[in-house]
């Protein structure tokens, strides 16, 4: 999705799928179906924002493993991963975008969800901090959210996991993977980086194995 958007529109799945800008067996529109997502942001008439199955899977067996009682979700799009949180019991969410209105109608009467219309770093700049933080940024955006997150741990408590894209360069996995308690891991071709705190390596074991 380019940086420069002309106009954002909300539209239905099914509409999408009528007038075939979307396959009604795409992954995005199968992993909203399976999570109850009736609406999406349409971008220049062109880009549809909306969940991946990767991202889903992932986020899922973080939630299963660490049992986060709060949760960040940051580029939070459609509402898709925080409504996999609330269907998983955690009891805390903060969703966050510059675009959440698909998410205000997909999340309605979900009141464990607060929705802020905001810049996802700036929102991060108020040092507000959660067990678990999830991430799906714009791909001119993932080195940016990866720095900060790395170096940054204390919006955390347990682990955060961020989308850095669906065609990640050995050069570059192995390079994360170097630093100090993070891990790529990949999920139906995108790649994720997991960033985690002292004491949790087992967990994310865990994690990579239901992943694999």
Request: aromatic share 8%.
């Amino acid at each position: 999705m380019s940086s420069v958007i002309r106009s954002a529109r909300l539209v239905k799945i099914e509409w999408l799928t009528k007038t075939a800008k979307v396959s009604p067996m795409s992954p995005l529109v199968l992993a909203s179906k399976k999570l109850g997502i009736k609406w999406l942001i349409l971008f220049d008439n062109e880009y549809v924002y909306g969940p991946s199955p990767g991202l889903v899977e992932a986020a899922d067996a973080l939630i299963r493993v660490l049992k986060p009682k709060s949760l960040i979700d940051l580029f939070g799009g459609s509402g898709a991963i925080s409504k996999l949180a609330a269907m998983n019991g955690v009891k805390k969410i903060i969703y966050v975008d510059l675009y959440p209105d698909a998410a205000s109608r997909n999340l309605r009467n979900i009141n464990s969800v607060q929705i802020i219309r905001e810049d996802a770093f700036k929102f991060l700049s108020r040092g507000i901090v959660c067990d678990l933080l999830i991430a799906d940024p714009p791909e001119e955006l993932v080195d940016k959210a990866v720095r900060y997150l790395t170096n940054n741990r204390r919006n955390f408590r347990k682990a955060a996991l961020t989308w850095i894209g669906s065609n990640c360069p050995g050069r570059k996995v192995e390079g994360l993977r170097k630093r100090k308690m993070t891990e790529v891991v990949e999920a139906w071709g995108d790649f994720f980086l997991i960033i985690w705190n002292r004491g949790l390596r087992e967990y994310i074991e865990r994690v990579k194995l239901m992943l694999e």
